[in-house]
């Protein structure tokens, strides 16, 4: 039983740059799904950012809400699908406990 304590308190600490590669190719598939996605909404390549003073307000908002939810999607599903396969083959979850989980 303590040797099972330490390894869930090292794991974190060892998961820290899969989390990161994670968050890399998270923000790579995010970007990738919202160019594609912006090309279906508008037809146009380039999406508008803030300071685009060509574009009017609604066309930004609806960019960077379609940018947003897009990036939390993807992430929260790579981020999830890291942290199962950690737990699979490690038989720990990588994150600090949360919601009473053991």
Sequence with gaps: MAKTKKKKMKLPLAYKPVGFALGWVSGSLAGFAFRKTWMAIRHE???P???DQERGWGEILLAA???GALFAVVR???DRTGAKA???ST???PAADKGGRD
């Design 65 to 67: 809400a379609v940018q």
């Design 76 to 78: 929260s599903a790579v």
């Design 91 to 93: 038989g720990v979850w």
């Design 86 to 88: 950690i737990e699979r």
């Design 49 to 51: 950012d803030a300071l």
């Design 45 to 47: 390549e380039d999406a």
